[in-house]
Every structure is written in C-alpha cells, then in structure tokens.
C-alpha cells in the first residue's frame, strides 16, 4: 500500500534560520512526488512535481530534492510569510489519477 | 483565471440530515477529484471524474455518499444519511492533466 510520512510533525524557526523538512514515502513505481502548502483555512496550494531520483526544483526561498526513498524541502532563510503546513504526497492509484498525502509539517517562522 | 469554487465554506448539520456540497472546477478542466481530512487524518481521496463520469471512486467511505457531476462541469457530493464521523474538511480538486492538481478552499462540515 501506498504510504508518505512527513517529519517532524511542527517545526519552529527564527526567521533567517534555514531548514529541511522530509517526506519518505513507499510506493510501487513513483510516478511523480508533490509538495504543497496549505494555510489556514484554504486548500492546499501546489508547489512542486518531482519524478526522479536526482531531480531538484526550486522556488524562491524553497529547493524541493528527490531520492528512492524520500523528498526534503529546504528552506532557506526563512520570512514568517512562510509560516503554513506543508504537504507531501504521491501520485498513485491504477490509472496516477489520485494523491496519497502524509500527515503534513506545520512550519511556523518567528520574526 | 478563477480558481476552484467551493461551498458552503461551512456547514453543521445533525446526524441523520442530508447534506449537499458543490464544486466548481476550473473552466476546460475535464478531471474534478473529492478529498476529505477528517480530525487529526491525512487528506485521502474519495473520487475521480474525468468529464461527467466516474473515472475512480475507490475512496468512497460507503454507500451514503453520492457524487455527480453535470455535464463535465460542476460537481456535488451528497451524504445522506450524515453520522458524526462524516465531519470533517472535503475538499475539491480540478486539474487538466491528471498531475497539476487546483485545490478549492474547502467545505467544513461538522454532523453534531
């Protein structure tokens, strides 16, 4: 069965004090990873697609990385505008038509 | 372009109700996803339409829950009777290619 697991669960940061969050997963045959940010209150908000081992994307003052097992999130320098939940997931299902989310990271960025 | 629309925003109901939520995808996106968070769970997909028809709804809880969705463009998701363990946040998701998902804001529901 598909499974993400995000860690740590929160994580608080001064601001300027960079960071990772990761995301492993198992899965038979990745066909693509994502991340997301969610505020309060609204839906998750897309950031990233990863698909293979190696494969970086960067946004920002986010770089999302990928390896065969798991994801990180790096965060450099962060601003308290970056404070939100962020989502890992994998593509999934016998058609890649749904998402397997983990649990989420809940950053909070203090000034 | 505007986003995915969903209401209500919220909505309490009590065990036993009927409940009805819409989705407006974004306009020319043929594939609209449900997904749910329940208290202190990950979000988990419920169904898949590609246009007005079922592509998957492997995560339907069970059979007190009917989607539609009208000639390819807005969606419904019914719970009918509505338990306590319904509550929780349903979100709506369109997309044009089965990978770059839009997410809605979501409709919280809590069955009291």
């Known amino acids: 069965e598909d499974q993400v697991t995000q860690s740590p669960e929160a994580l608080r940061l001064q601001e300027g004090e960079s960071s990772s969050l990761n995301c492993s997963y198992t899965?038979?045959?990745?066909?693509?990873l994502f991340w997301y940010r969610q505020d309060p209150g609204k839906g998750p908000e897309f950031l990233f697609t990863?698909?293979?081992a190696g494969e970086e994307k960067e946004k920002e003052r986010l770089k999302a990385t990928l390896t065969k097992k798991e994801s990180f999130l790096h965060i450099t320098a962060p601003k308290p505008e970056d404070s939100a939940t962020y989502l890992c997931?994998?593509?999934?299902?016998?058609?890649?038509?749904?998402?397997?989310f983990g649990a989420g990271t809940i950053l909070r960025v203090k000034s | 372009e505007a986003g995915v629309t969903q209401f209500p925003s919220h909505s309490v109901i009590e065990k036993g109700q009927t409940v009805t939520l819409r989705c407006d995808p974004i306009s020319g996106h043929d594939n609209l996803y449900w997904y749910r968070r329940v208290m202190g769970k990950e979000i988990k997909f419920l169904l898949h339409?590609?246009?007005?028809?079922?592509?998957?709804e492997s995560g339907m809880p069970n059979n007190r829950f009917l989607a539609e969705r009208t000639g390819g463009t807005y969606s419904t998701l019914k719970v009918q009777p509505a338990e306590l363990e319904d509550s929780g946040v349903y979100f709506c998701?369109?997309?044009?290619?089965?990978?770059?998902?839009?997410f809605g804001q979501g409709t919280r529901l809590t069955v009291v």
């Open positions: 899965v038979s045959g990745l066909r693509g």
């Open positions: 339409f590609v246009k007005e028809s079922k592509q998957d």
């Open positions: 998701a369109s997309s044009q290619d089965r990978v770059k998902a839009f």
């Open positions: 990863l698909y293979s």
């Open positions: 997931a994998v593509q999934a299902g016998e058609y890649g038509n749904k998402l397997v």
